[in-house]
């Protein structure tokens, strides 16, 4: 089913998604910050160590990666229907950070 709201992808898509599938995590340790604009973002903190998951709903100064993308087009990218080259080539999806080690996390955003 297609989530409608950025939170709706933090709070449950995403740790059902690790629950269900903890190699889409392996490899990765680190934190990403993510910055969703608009009416229907927020800041979310997401780290991941040794295939575990902590969900924050909050801003960290700590972060890896930081990503930053609008509301409505973290949803399009997430139902897959902005595929991840066109959103980041486009300028839609901004990444700060270690990039190399954003690209371990292929298997869970894309």
Do not use: C, Y
Not at 23 to 30: I, W
């Amino acid at each position: 089913m297609p989530i409608s709201e950025p939170r709706e992808w933090f709070e449950r898509e995403l740790p059902a998604l690790v629950e269900a599938d903890p190699k889409k995590v392996e490899g990765f340790n680190g934190t990403l910050q993510f910055t969703i604009k608009g009416d229907r973002g927020g800041s979310w903190t997401v780290d991941i160590h040794n295939l575990q998951l902590d969900v924050k709903a909050e801003a960290s100064d700590k972060a890896d990666i930081k990503i930053t993308i609008k509301d409505g087009d973290f949803v399009d990218f997430i139902n897959k229907t902005l595929p991840a080259q066109t959103a980041f080539m486009s300028g839609k999806l901004k990444v700060k950070g270690d990039i190399q080690l954003a690209m371990k996390l292929q298997g869970l955003l894309v």
